[in-house]
């Protein structure tokens, strides 16, 4: 087994007089004014977090110049990437611009704040193009490209807590690609821990077999609505580049597994508060979110219709509701791609799983 690596950072507060998301936040005047802060809340419930990057997105990444030449620089807490004048800059998450103005020693400099409680800092723009308390998904361009007047560059930095982190432990140089891994991040005094867990699998995914399902011919024990009675509150996608389905009821419902499988999850998971992950059979997965309560642990095996947890606000969440994800080989989907959320049903489809992929194609009647 491949040992774990750690990375030590310092947590020291730096002062420059330079300088979560679901909920449109409030930056201090600190928070605005100053590039390493601590987040606050961020370890208030627990000293780690984890933060799955293989199951992010292709369109939920984007490298921020994606053309352009990565050198780790000053101790390897900084990615000084050449490109060409003129370049847009992209956000490399969805998130929340922290801070946005001219500081001295980075020039036109940018952080955002992403619900995964990572930071990324993009400095030496020749012109911002967002603003504090902005929202910004993944891939939006927030700067253009700037540099020394030599030479044009940006400097990309990743923090946690306030302290900067080797960016190489989650990107690929080369590629410019996440590393496809389960990275934990444990507050240690003044110091925070790096940590890759475990690299990432396919999910046992086998690329070269095809598998049909009819959902209308699935028996009414092989699956259940997560949330009966609900209705939804925030859709998949948006504006906002939502990573789920919100549904609503009352607080303390039951919530029910969606299919049966194997509990991988159930944790505090950092803005998802309390969390729930589960491996259904051929490469599926569901995630519940936000809920006062788990009521199953990992390894333990459920069935479609077994009451997994309650349901709550703890995380980032304004009031008590489920948020609901749908996986499949490390892809995620919009749940309405399977459940009708209106009826509160399967829908009338046949999906098809194969090389990495979920594809649906309406029934005939």
Known sequence: MKALRYILVGCGMMVLTTSFRPVKQQFSAMEQQSIRVETPGLFEKSNEFRVDFGAIGANEYSFPLPVGKAELKNNQSEL???????????????????????????????????????????????????????????????????????????????????????????????????????VKFRKRGALVAVSVEKEAKDDGVDMDKVVVINLSELESTKWAYPLPGSHVISPFGGRRGHSGVDIKTVPND????????????????????????????????????????????????????????????????????????????????????????????????????????????????
């Open 254 to 365: 039951k919530i029910l597994a969606a299919f049966d499988g194997e509990v991988t999850r159930s944790e505090m998971y950092y803005g998802y508060g309390n969390c729930i992950r589960i491996k259904h059979a051929n490469g599926l997965e569901t995630l519940y979110s936000h809920q006062s309560r788990n009521l199953v642990k990992v390894g333990q095996r459920v069935k479609a219709g077994d009451v997994i947890g309650l349901t709550g606000r703890t995380g980032r969440a304004t009031t008590e509701h489920l948020h609901f994800e749908i996986f499949y080989a490390g892809k995620r989907y919009d749940p309405a791609f399977l459940f009708d959320h209106t009826n509160h049903k399967l829908q009338d489809v046949t999906i098809t799983l194969a090389n990495g992929r979920m594809t649906s194609k309406r029934n005939k009647r």
């Open 80 to 182: 000084e990437i050449v490109s060409s004048k003129g370049d847009a800059v992209k956000a490399m998450f969805a998130g929340t611009v922290r801070l946005s103005k001219k500081i001295s020693g980075y020039g036109n400099v940018i952080v955002v704040r992403h619900e995964n409680g990572i930071e990324t800092v993009y400095a030496h723009n020749a012109q911002n193009m967002v603003k504090v308390n902005d929202e910004v998904r993944a891939g939006q361009t927030i700067a253009i490209l700037g540099g020394d007047g030599v030479r044009d560059y940006c400097n990309f930095m990743m923090m946690v807590n306030g302290a900067f982190i080797n960016p190489a432990t989650i990107i690929e140089m080369k590629s410019h690609r996440l590393r496809k891994q389960v």
